[in-house]
């Protein structure tokens, strides 16, 4: 008797939401990978990004982070299919509690992050490109919050814009729901470089390369400095700030430096 066929009707195995890859520098990729939806922020491209992030939080191989997108866009924010699927108070302060905790995980990460940027940003997806650390961009990228479009104030993308543009700037946005380009975007703050589509890869990781020959314990120090301070008055901020410091300079990397700048030759980090 012939041994039984395998089922023609069986489910092909479903791509990951986030790709993730690593050269042997110790840059990591993360590409959202959905992008027949743009790369929409669903429960699951959340839930899939965040378990990288959590798995990149404990991994000091791990030097930079850049966050990428396959496709046309970037991401558009939200799934709003799957928000209208689910119309219950409940599971809107469960989604957007997931969001924040994600977008917060950016910041926590003791490697810098880059957003690497082409086609739309939008919503939640603009709030994405603003909590990453530092943003390069193609020159035909476009962004905005543009939730009040349909009738929804970009609440949680607003924290993150209000934090890298001006007030006015950021409010003009989130109640307009206009679209910026990428030099607008570069004028305002909301990301750091912009280049030719062409480019955008070789910038970002020219950005990356930069970072890499810095010694990684001042880079990790510095950035968790450098978001703590933002939030706390000018005081406590000097007194943060000076506290971080005396521990930099007892470190053996910081050591080395300024003993190199003295001796007028190239660290050996």
């Known amino acids: 008797m012939n041994a039984p066929q395998k089922a023609l ?9 986030v790709l993730a890859s690593r050269d042997a520098r110790g840059v990591v990729t993360l590409t959202l990978n959905r992008s027949q939806q743009f790369n929409a922020l669903s429960e699951e491209m959340m839930a899939a ?27 558009p924010g939200h799934d709003l299919k799957q928000m209208r699927a689910n119309p219950s108070i409940d599971y809107y302060r469960k989604l957007f509690a997931q969001c924040s905790k994600l977008m917060l995980s950016l910041q926590r990460l003791p ?6 940027v082409h086609g739309i940003a939008t919503a939640a997806g603009c709030q994405l490109v603003a909590m ?20 929804l104030f970009c609440s949680t993308p607003g924290v993150a814009l209000s934090r890298n543009l001006g007030r006015k700037q950021a409010f003009e946005m989130l109640v307009t729901g206009d679209f910026i380009d990428a030099q607008t975007a570069l ?50 901020a000097y007194q943060l700030a000076g506290q971080t410091m005396a521990c930099n300079m007892m470190d053996a990397a910081a050591q080395e430096g300024v003993l190199a700048f003295m001796e007028k030759r190239k660290p050996n980090w």
């Open 9 to 17: 009707t069986e489910a092909p195995v479903a791509e990951p939401y």
């Open 49 to 75: 990004l965040q378990a990288e992030l959590d798995r990149l939080k404990e991994d000091p191989a791990a030097r930079v982070v850049v966050i990428a997108a396959a496709g046309k866009a970037f991401c």
């Open 111 to 116: 490697q810098p992050v880059i957003a690497r």
């Open 132 to 151: 990453c650390d530092l943003a390069v961009a193609a020159a035909d990228a476009r962004f905005a919050v543009s939730g009040i479009n349909v009738g």
């Open 187 to 236: 004028e305002r703050g909301l990301v750091n470089r912009v280049v030719p589509a062409a480019e955008l890869d070789a910038e970002v990781d020219k950005l990356a390369a930069a970072i890499l020959a810095k010694p990684q314990i001042a880079i990790a120090l510095g950035k968790d400095l450098f978001y703590r301070q933002l939030e706390t008055g000018i005081e406590a």
